[in-house]
């Protein structure tokens, strides 16, 4: 019985490793993974059309036009034309008759100032005018009694330099007025302006700037902010951001046409008179200056448009604007591929030309045939 039992044993062993060794044979290609499959996904820009002769194709005609770059900008004064208003004399404000923002005229009031400093030159210039007064008297009784002999030439050469010094001195003092704010018609005075000193405008504009208060006070030059700004914005500058990669394009002396965003209508013509000759580190741009004669509709800070014409032609495509396909805020003309398929292909399109043609600046080559129609073939795909 147990010769049974072992030999029982034995054969389930060895029927096991029998198993086992028959296993470790098994073919390696049955248990690989299948191949992966690529599946291509469809060119969906390429449209398949059964009968194909039903939209005929024309070819792109070629344009010679100036290159142009289109860049956005705001309207900036005329640094030459800003011209501050200053008071050389300090004081306190007593009147103010202008406002941020109006527009004044030149020679016009803007402000009346109280200052000692009117004061006494006033009656510095008092004290010349007797002082010259009494010269010249003396001076000419003096040379009445030179010419009859009863003094010497000395004594009339001393009563001409004094009234030569005086009247050099009544001189110095008026001009001291003058540079204060305070005009005088004659050499004589008998009316004390009171210390009060008009401040004009020295050009005519419109004020851009204001730092005065009423009863407030202004003090000399030194460290002391200017009363008002006025901006002649008859003529002024755009000024725009062009990217590094597109300087190339511009140059000075090239035509630009400006467009107001306010104004969408309105084309305004100026020239490139500056390019900076700094960019600015973070956003890769330098500053275009274009000078504008301004016709009163541009204000200070309004954002414009910008297309800057080259001086070089360049060749651009031309094809009828019902070739030209408005989709997703771009533009796409349908190229000819096969006998019945048409690929659609993005454009840049430029300016509307006459009798309904369109200039294409990108996109296509002049000779290139596109589908005439591209709204037509583009409903007739998606049924």
């Known amino acids: 019985m147990w010769k049974v039992l072992v030999n029982a044993a034995t054969c389930m062993v060895l029927g096991t490793l029998l198993w086992s060794c028959g296993q470790g044979k098994a073919d390696p290609k049955a248990e690989a993974p299948p191949p992966t499959k690529i599946e291509h996904e469809a060119d969906l820009n390429l449209v398949q059309i059964k009968h194909p002769e039903q939209f005929p194709v024309v070819a792109a005609v070629g344009r010679k036009a100036a290159s142009e770059l289109v860049v956005t900008g705001v309207v900036s004064p005329d640094a030459l034309r800003n011209v501050p208003v200053i008071s050389l004399a300090s004081g306190r404000v007593v009147d103010i008759r202008v406002r941020l923002g109006d527009t004044v005229t030149k020679g016009q009031v ?40 009863a003094i010497s030439m000395n004594d009339f050469q001393v009563a001409q330099d004094a009234e030569d010094k005086a009247k050099v001195d009544l001189e110095n003092t008026r001009e001291r007025l003058r540079i204060l704010g305070v005009e005088l018609n004659s050499q004589s005075a008998t009316v004390d302006p009171g210390a009060v000193v008009d401040i004009t405008a020295p050009v005519s504009g419109v004020i851009v700037e204001q730092n005065v208060t009423q009863a407030g006070g202004v003090k000399t030059l030194d460290n002391s902010p200017n009363l008002f700004t006025i901006a002649d914005l008859s003529h002024v500058w755009i000024l725009c951001d062009v990217y590094e990669n597109d ?18 209508g309105r084309v305004f013509k100026g020239q490139v008179s500056n390019i900076g000759a700094v960019l600015d580190p973070t956003i890769r741009t330098a500053k275009v200056r274009i000078e504008v004669d301004n016709p009163g509709l541009m204000r200070v800070g309004m954002f414009v448009t910008a297309t800057f014409h080259g001086q070089r032609p360049e060749l651009h495509a031309e ?15 349908f190229v000819p591929v096969d006998a019945n398929k048409f690929r659609r292909t993005e454009v840049v399109s430029g300016a509307a030309l006459p009798n309904g043609m369109q200039e294409i600046l990108s996109g296509i080559q002049p000779g290139q045939s596109v589908v005439a129609n591209a709204l037509v073939l583009e409903n007739t795909a998606e049924e």
């Open 110 to 149: 803007l402000m009346r100032l109280q200052s000692a400093d009117v004061s006494g030159a006033f009656s510095d210039y008092r004290k010349a005018v007797a002082d010259e007064t009494l010269a010249r008297t003396q001076f000419e009784r003096a040379r009445d009694l030179f010419q009859h002999g």
């Open 247 to 264: 300087l190339a394009n511009v140059r000075l002396g090239d035509a630009a046409d400006v467009r107001l965003n306010a104004y969408p």
């Open 319 to 333: 094809v009828p604007a019902s070739a030209i396909l408005h989709l997703h805020d771009r533009d796409w003309v």
